[in-house]
Each structure stands twice: as structure tokens, then as C-alpha cells.
């Protein structure tokens, strides 16, 4: 069974450009959620969601917005980049949103913002 | 302020030596999950411990959740360098579907 797979690995854009992350969770899996990692914050949640609806949300700016197709297929936008927003993009997929599912990773997103 | 802190944030030990690492919070949780992360890839779950008092072990890793459902320990014994990493608790408040909070992290490695 193939896991959790994000696109782009690695990404470099400048201030003010916007950037899209894609992930596509593991066949049959209908939550998907997405993180930020940094080494002053950590691992902190931005959203989630579960056949195509947002369930939760984070406490980020609206600049970081998401969706997910009808495929549990997800991307997460990012609009107007500061150099904050640099960053590790974690998406995470599990078979429903019930906090005793397993949650699997995807390798990340490493956004670099110059 | 992290509504979760580990503690110790960082740990170097030698082979062969047993180490605690936790995590502790104010808050109730409803359950509690530990990973493991390596460099350059997404952490790996490691258990998830949803009832107080609840003890699980995994091989060498043994996992506990507070009586009150606010805090929790992961004990290695015998640490073995493919033990190194970055452990991460996460833990999630009532019933809100798969929002979980992440600790502040442990660096662990073991030395050879």
C-alpha cells in the first residue's frame, strides 16, 4: 500500500509570491490534515478535512487556506509569502476523523521563502 | 505557550542506557499519541494511549498516560543507536476529530 505522498519536496519562492502543496493520502483514507513545522514553534495544526469539508482549523492567518477533492486528494494554499511561513508542510491522512485513528505522515514539503 | 511540554528537550546517552522522556500539559485530553521522526521524513506513530492510567508496551518502549489524562511518559530501555530521533507527543482535546496539539519535542541520541 503506497503511504502518504507530497508534492513539491522542496520549494524556494520570494516574499509576496503564493505556493500551492499537494498531498495525496493513503487509498481509503477520508481525513486529511495539514501542519507546520518549525524549530522555534514545532509541530503546530493548521487544518483538517474530511470528505471535501473543513472539520477544523488551526489559529493561522487567512492567508493559509485549504481544500480537499473528491478523491480525499488535498492542497494547502499559501498567499502573499512572508519569511515566517518558511517552513516544513507535514500533511497527515487517516481512514476518518476520530482522534483514535492512526495518523500517517507524508514525508513533508520543505518551503524555503527568501 | 505549548499547550504540551517534553521534557527533556534534548538527550545524549550511551548505548545500553535507559532514558524517560515526557510530556506533560493542564489540559485533559481526551488521547494521547507518541511518534518518532527522523531527518527529512514525516513522524512515525509510535502508540496511541487513550484511557487513564493505561500502560502499552512496544519491545524496548514502554508508554504510560497519567491517571488524569494530563500527562504522559515514553521509558526506552537499553537505548539503541537506531533509537535516535525526535520523539513528539500529541494529544487531542475532547472529541474534535484529528485537531491533535504536538509537544515541544525530544532530540534523542544514542551514542554507539
Known amino acids: 500500500k503506497a503511504g502518504v505522498t507530497q508534492t513539491p519536496r522542496y520549494l524556494i519562492k520570494t516574499r509576496g509570491q503564493q505556493v500551492t502543496l499537494s498531498c495525496s493520502p493513503i487509498?481509503?483514507?477520508?481525513?486529511v490534515s495539514w501542519y507546520q513545522q518549525t524549530p522555534g514553534q514545532g509541530l503546530q495544526f493548521l487544518f483538517e478535512?474530511?470528505?471535501?469539508?473543513?472539520?477544523n482549523k488551526g489559529n493561522f492567518p487567512g492567508r493559509f487556506s485549504g481544500r480537499q477533492f473528491s478523491n480525499s486528494r488535498s492542497e494547502m494554499n499559501v498567499s502573499t509569502l512572508e519569511l515566517g511561513d518558511s517552513a516544513l508542510y507535514l500533511c497527515?491522512?487517516?481512514?476518518?476523523?476520530?482522534?483514535?485513528?492512526?495518523?500517517?505522515f507524508g514525508p513533508g514539503t520543505r518551503l524555503t521563502v527568501l | 505557550t505549548q499547550l504540551l511540554e517534553q521534557s527533556p528537550q534534548f538527550l545524549s546517552i550511551q548505548e545500553g542506557e535507559n532514558l524517560t522522556v515526557y510530556c506533560n500539559s493542564s489540559?485533559?485530553?481526551?488521547?494521547l499519541q507518541w511518534y518518532r521522526q527522523e531527518p527529512g521524513e514525516g513522524p512515525v506513530l509510535l502508540v496511541t494511549?487513550?484511557?487513564?492510567?493505561e500502560v502499552k508496551k512496544l519491545k524496548r518502549l514502554t508508554f504510560q498516560f497519567g491517571d488524569a489524562r494530563k500527562d504522559s511518559s515514553l521509558h526506552i530501555t537499553a537505548a539503541q543507536p537506531g533509537d535516535t530521533g525526535l520523539y513528539l507527543c500529541?494529544?487531542?482535546?475532547?472529541?474534535?476529530?484529528?485537531?491533535?496539539?504536538f509537544g515541544t519535542g525530544t532530540s534523542l541520541t544514542v551514542i554507539p
Open positions: 497527515a491522512s487517516s481512514l476518518a476523523a476520530n482522534s483514535y485513528n492512526e495518523q500517517f
Open positions: 487509498s481509503g483514507h477520508r481525513s
Open positions: 478535512y474530511f470528505s471535501e469539508t473543513q472539520r
Open positions: 489540559s485533559v485530553f481526551s488521547s
Open positions: 494511549v487513550v484511557t487513564g492510567g
Open positions: 500529541a494529544g487531542v482535546l475532547g472529541n474534535t476529530g484529528n485537531q491533535f496539539y
